[in-house]
T-cell receptor
């Protein structure tokens, strides 16, 4: 079956702009969680969506937001981009919780803010 | 808050055994995961421990002691392809009715001939 698909794979934005990233989960998976990965901080949890509702979120500013559609596809948005937002953004899908034995990560979107 | 510690880097020889340790401090512990991430690729699931003890899966084994807040990943018969970053992650109960994952910063394992 198809894996988790994230688009775009690479993105370059300017400070102050906003960006929207997309994640299409594995068919049948209803939980989509988002992560930011940087060399300095490692992999950090952003938020999790389940059945179009945000269930939990990590310690990130309100500039980071997301949503989930009825087909479980999810988007995350970052407004007023800062240089420090440059990172690999990963999403993971699973049946019902953020991490599980059947959870799979997408290849990620590499965001560069200049 | 949650805190997870693991060594930054380890090196080992092909064919040898290596143990990667992970210590954690967390509230509402639900389970502990190990993921493997090759450079430029997505993390892939290796193991999951929810109860104390050793879980073995082929060349990889993972151990958990909840009372000590300690886990390790054991890799046997190392191969060059095992060179990767190994991420320890703890899943904790959250108010939203689900779980919040917290990751360690990863251990970069270098396997040399």
């Amino acid at each position: 079956k198809a894996g988790v698909t994230q688009t775009p794979r690479y993105l370059i934005k300017t400070r102050g702009q906003q960006v929207t990233l997309s994640c299409s989960p594995i068919s049948g998976h209803r939980s989509v969680s988002w992560y930011q990965q940087t060399p300095g901080q490692g992999l950090q949890f952003l938020f999790e969506y389940f059945s179009e509702t945000q269930r939990n979120k990590g310690n990130f500013p309100g500039r980071f937001s997301g949503r989930q559609f009825s087909n479980s596809r999810s988007e995350m948005n970052v407004s007023t981009l800062e240089l420090g937002d440059s990172a690999l953004y990963l999403c993971a899908s699973s049946l019902d919780v953020p991490l599980g034995t059947e959870a799979f990560f997408g290849q990620g979107t590499r965001l560069t803010v200049v | 808050g949650q805190n997870i510690d693991q060594p930054t880097e380890m090196t080992a020889t092909e064919g040898a055994i290596v143990q990667i340790n992970c210590t954690y401090q967390t509230s509402g512990f639900n389970g502990l995961f190990w993921y493997q991430q090759h450079a430029g690729e997505a993390p892939t699931f290796l193991s999951y421990n929810v109860l104390d003890g050793l879980e073995e899966k082929g060349r990889f084994s993972s151990f958990l002691s909840r009372s000590k807040g300690y886990s390790y990943l054991l890799l046997k018969e190392l191969q060059m392809k095992d060179s990767a970053s190994y991420l320890c992650a703890v899943s904790s109960h959250a108010s939203g009715g689900s779980y919040i994952p917290t990751f360690g910063r990863g251990t970069s394992l270098i396997v040399h001939p």
